[in-house]
C-alpha cells in the first residue's frame, strides 16, 4: 500500500502554535485528510485538502499541500491543552475507495 | 443519529477461539470499513465493502472475513485467533466513495489474543 508517514511526538506550549508534518508516496492522490483521536475514542475528521489547492485555513486550523514534495503539514493555531491528542494524516487516491493513514503524531500540550 | 456504533468495547480471546466484532451504522452510507490499530503504526485496512452484497480485501485481510448482508451492518470475523491479532479495531463508513466525504469512525474494540 502507500507509504505516509508522519513523526511520532509533538511537545509545545500552551499559546504556540503547532505544525504537525505528513509525507505521502501516491503521487495519484485526490484528497488529504487531517484526523483527531482523543483517548479511548475513534477517528474525528479535522480538515481535508483537494489535491489542486495549496492552502486550507479553517479557524484555527491551516492545511498546507506541497505536491511537488508530497508533504502536508497541519498547523494549529493557538494550541489548547484540549488541542492534545493524537492526528492522523490520510490520502486516498484516485478511486476514492480506500484511505491510507500515516503513523499518528501524538500532540501534547504543556500548560 | 448513533453513528457507528461497535460492540463490544473489550474482549479477551484464547489462541485458536473465534469471534464476531459487530459494527453498525445508522447514516444509510455504502461504504464500510475494517481497520486495525497497532502502537506506532497507525491504522490499517482489513477489508472494505462498497455496498450491500460486495466485499474487498484490504492491507491486511489474512485471518479474517466480512460479509455485508444489509447496508447497515458490517461484521468482521476472527476464526483462529492469534496473538498478532491483538490489536484496537475500528470500523468506518462513509456515503460514497470520491474522497470528498467524510468517513466516520467508531469507537472501537480492543481485543486482546493470550
Known amino acids: 500500500g502507500e507509504d505516509v508517514e508522519q513523526s511520532l511526538f509533538l511537545s509545545v506550549r500552551e499559546g504556540d502554535s503547532s505544525v504537525i508534518n505528513c509525507t505521502y508516496t501516491?503521487?495519484?492522490?485526490?484528497?488529504l485528510y487531517w484526523y483527531k483521536q482523543e483517548p479511548g475514542a475513534g477517528l474525528q475528521l479535522l480538515t481535508y485538502i483537494f489535491s489542486n489547492m495549496d492552502m486550507k485555513q479553517d479557524q484555527r486550523l491551516t492545511v498546507l499541500l506541497n505536491k511537488k514534495d508530497k508533504h502536508l503539514s497541519l498547523r494549529i493555531a493557538d494550541t489548547q491543552t484540549g488541542d492534545s491528542a493524537i492526528y492522523f494524516c490520510?490520502?486516498?487516491?484516485?478511486?476514492?475507495?480506500?484511505?491510507?493513514f500515516g503513523t499518528g503524531t501524538s500532540l501534547t500540550v504543556i500548560p | 443519529n448513533a453513528g457507528v456504533t461497535q460492540t463490544p468495547k473489550f474482549r479477551i480471546l484464547k489462541i485458536g477461539q473465534s469471534m464476531t466484532l459487530q459494527c453498525t451504522q445508522d447514516m444509510n452510507h455504502n461504504y464500510m470499513y475494517w481497520y486495525r490499530q497497532d502502537p506506532g503504526m497507525g491504522l490499517k485496512l482489513i477489508y472494505y465493502?462498497?455496498?450491500?452484497?460486495?466485499?474487498d480485501k484490504g492491507e491486511v485481510p489474512n485471518g479474517y472475513n466480512v460479509s455485508r448482508s444489509t447496508t447497515e451492518d458490517f461484521p468482521l470475523r476472527l476464526e483462529l485467533a492469534a496473538p498478532s491479532q491483538t490489536s484496537v479495531y475500528f470500523c468506518a463508513s462513509n456515503l460514497r466513495g470520491g474522497g470528498d466525504n467524510e468517513q466516520f469512525f467508531g469507537p472501537g474494540t480492543r481485543l486482546t489474543v493470550l
Open positions: 465493502s462498497v455496498g450491500a452484497g460486495i466485499t
Open positions: 490520510a490520502e486516498s487516491p484516485n478511486t476514492g475507495n480506500q484511505f491510507y
Open positions: 501516491d503521487s495519484s492522490s485526490t484528497y
